[in-house]
């Protein structure tokens, strides 16, 4: 559901902009597929009656107003409920519903700063930096999703629906891992270690003769593999366990490049490859979706636009054995579903 004036805000986000008139954001395409545009004004009794209509014949609403906005417009969860007791809903904020500072407004680099993951971010802990991809936003998408398959899986059961909340801030703070439990139990605050593990050597990017190769050593038998192939003795006392590769891991690190220096990427991953040690390249987004591995996963699908014609767009993570492949759908144009959804909703209410 769109506010008729404008949209969404990110069809305005750009560069890159494309269609004839360079006015269509692939931001816009990239979080959109298979999805159907009404453009409605809430503020309007004429949009009031219609988002009405839409929460008594719907399983779930999701939102991401800020806290109290939805109440404001008349949908507290008291009226929704009133409306559909079925109803699941899917509130995500930036900082939470509540709390001294929930209602605050988010947005994912600030989300990235605030929730700890920029501390852990970069080459050192005197350059933070933010995650390339926007992070926060997609992962507290992918909690909220399971979080209403759950409520939908328990109104099976009660007949009830459910109130679903997360946060930019929770979704982020709930990918720390190990990096929360160094310090809620160990005492000891993480920080940026640049392209290499916190707790395990060797495992990070290294450089070679014409590059970077990543290897993942994640045990002492393939930090042995590792080391023959390298010409470095696994049994220097520096280099035995982990803990000691790790206490010396600037030494290994320019150990392990002065070796790598003598061949190319190629090499290192062919011979990393032949030992059945975890290794591979840095890729280019162009090189990622051109890879056929990429490819081969259904990780990029075409779709037909109205305006751009036939396009590729990142396709779905998850695939489902026996399933035929599910027919995508191009991103909405503003409002292109409002006849569609209003027949929709006739049937549903006869």
Not at 32 to 56: C, F, H, I, P, Y
Not at 166 to 195: C, D
Not at 196 to 203: D, V
Not at 305 to 324: E, K, Q, Y
Request: with cysteine; proline share 7%.
């Amino acid at each position: 559901m769109e506010h008729p004036a404008g949209g969404d805000e990110s069809r305005g986000w750009g560069p890159p902009f494309v269609g004839p008139e360079q006015d269509i954001s692939t931001y816009f395409l990239s979080a959109n597929r298979n999805k159907q545009s009404v453009a409605v004004d809430m503020k309007t009794d004429e949009g009031k009656a219609l988002v009405e209509r839409l929460v008594r014949q719907s399983d779930v609403l999701i939102e991401n107003f800020r806290s109290g906005v939805l109440d404001r417009l008349g949908f507290p969860v008291e009226r929704l409920r009133e409306l559909n007791p079925r109803l699941v809903v899917l509130s995500i904020t930036g900082f939470g519903h509540d709390g001294p500072e929930g209602g605050r407004p988010g947005y994912d680099q600030i989300a990235q700063g605030e929730a700890g993951l920029m501390s852990l971010t970069g080459p050192s802990p005197d350059e933070p930096y933010r995650v390339g991809a926007s992070i926060g936003d997609v992962l507290a998408g992918m909690y909220g999703a399971y979080g209403v398959l759950a409520a939908l899986h328990e109104r099976a059961r009660t007949g009830k629906g459910a109130v679903v909340r997360t946060s930019l801030l929770a979704a982020i703070t709930g990918v720390h891992a190990y990096h929360g439990t160094a310090w809620t139990v160990g005492g000891q605050v993480p920080r940026a270690n640049g392209n290499h593990h916190a707790s395990i050597a060797p495992y990070g990017a290294f450089r070679c003769a014409d590059g970077m190769v990543q290897i993942a050593a994640a045990n002492d038998a393939l930090w042995r593999k590792v080391a023959t192939l390298l010409d470095i003795d696994p049994d220097l006392p520096q280099y035995a366990t982990n803990r000691d590769r790790f206490a010396h891991r600037d030494d290994l690190i320019r150990d392990m490049e002065t070796a790598l220096a003598k061949h190319d990427r190629a090499h290192w991953l062919a011979e990393l490859d032949r030992l059945g040690v975890p290794a591979g390249a840095i890729r280019s987004i162009d090189e990622v979706y051109e890879w056929e591995q990429t490819r081969s996963q259904g990780l990029v699908v075409e779709v037909d636009h109205p305006v751009l014609g036939t396009i590729s767009l990142p396709g779905p993570p998850l695939r489902f054995d026996g399933a035929p492949p599910f027919p995508h759908t191009a991103p909405p144009a503003l409002g292109q579903h409002n006849d569609e959804v209003l027949v929709w909703l006739e049937e549903r209410e006869r």
